[in-house]
C-alpha cells in the first residue's frame, strides 16, 4: 500500500470551508447559509423546473441573515445557477410559486 504524504506549504490555506448539501427555500426567508470568513467560493443551484428563486445578501453588516423579498434581489431562474468568490457573508432566499429545492457547494 502506497503511503500518503501531506504537503505543508506556506501559502497553501488549511482553514477553507466545504459544504455541500439541498436547502429548500420556502415562500418566506428562508436561510441558505450564514456568513463565513473562511469562504472561497460559493455556487447555489435552483433545480426547480418552473419556480424562480431571489437571492439577498446582507448588504450593511455583513453577519446578519437579510430578509429575501420576491421580486427584489438576484434572481435565479428554473434551472440557474449563481456563483460568487467576493461575498463572505450570509444569504437568504425566497421562492415564488411555491418551495423550491436549490442545491449549494462552498469552498
Known sequence: MAQKTLISSPGLRTDIAKTSGQ???LIT???VCQANKSRC???IV???ATNPVYLALN???GTTVPTATA???IKLAAGASWTTDAY???IAAIAVGGTVVCTLAEI
Open 29 to 31: 426567508t428562508t436561510t
Open 71 to 73: 421580486s427584489n434581489g
Open 41 to 43: 467560493e460559493i455556487t
Open 59 to 61: 448588504t450593511t453588516d
Open 88 to 90: 463572505l457573508g450570509p
Open 46 to 48: 435552483n433545480t426547480d
Open 23 to 25: 436547502v429548500s427555500v
